[in-house]
């Protein structure tokens, strides 16, 4: 049976990534691993290591302040308030460059030493407010890279890829862990947990998503 690692952020989509790869490969054969980058809303590793726990996952978190360094941006500069809407045209000031490629690739090689091929993680190109690094093209660039750098046969799993936040709450709901999703995860970049500041735009893809699923929910009764 092949093994998974998924990347958790302890976020609304990681998490329900985590448990389609439980339920896909089996809680045996799944483990999880996550970035500490000194991100404002550091609070959601807790998160990570609570739903971790209670779902009997074993999950790691690596430090990477070099991202923080090297990035200005508002998820990890508190001097930099968090854009409340989109800016047209550009991705918002919560843009960590090359984030994802990094988290992707101390992944792979984590992996690779403990005899992992499938990396998950939750990215997603339909609500990716503009991150160049949450597109599908890039991730199936870098999983022939990883391939390439360390001779191994990665694959790398997006099931959220071409989901709006409306199917990812459907998802988590067919998975049977809406209430976890919903109440035990940390989405905001503001750092509050469930329904978070109401303000920042991951907040406001999270709640319109949930709303829309909630209408159709009720519309199929």
């Not at 990570?48 to 991202?67: F, M, Q, R, S, W």
């Not at 047209?88 to 460059?97: Q, R, Y």
């Not at 939750?122 to 360390?150: H, Q, W």
Request: charged share 25%; net charge negative.
């Amino acid at each position: 049976m092949r093994k998974a690692l998924v990347i958790l952020s302890g976020g609304q989509d990681s998490t329900t990534c985590l448990f389609w790869a439980i339920e896909r490969y089996g809680k045996e054969n799944v483990s999880a691993i996550g970035f500490d980058y000194g991100q404002r809303h550091k609070k959601e590793l807790e998160c990570a290591k609570d739903i971790c726990k209670d779902a009997n996952i074993l999950y790691e978190v690596i430090p990477t302040p070099i991202i923080n360094e090297l990035s200005a941006n508002s998820l990890t500069r508190e001097d930099i308030p968090v854009d409340e809407e989109k800016p047209d045209g550009t991705p918002p000031n919560s843009l960590v460059e090359g984030r994802n490629l990094l988290f992707i690739s101390y992944a792979a090689i984590y992996a690779k030493t403990h005899g992992i091929t499938d990396l998950v993680t939750g990215v997603c190109e339909t609500d990716f407010s503009g991150y160049p690094d949450c597109r599908d093209v890039f991730i199936k660039s870098l999983n022939v890279t990883l391939n390439l750098a360390m001779d191994y046969n990665f694959v790398i799993h997006t099931p959220l890829m071409w989901l709006d936040k409306s199917q990812t709450w459907e998802l988590a709901d067919k998975l049977g862990v809406m209430d976890i999703v919903y109440n035990k995860t940390l989405t905001c970049y503001n750092g509050e947990m469930g329904e978070g500041c109401g303000h920042c735009p991951a907040c406001h893809l999270r709640k319109r998503g949930y709303e829309q699923y909630m209408e159709k929910k009720q519309c199929m009764k």
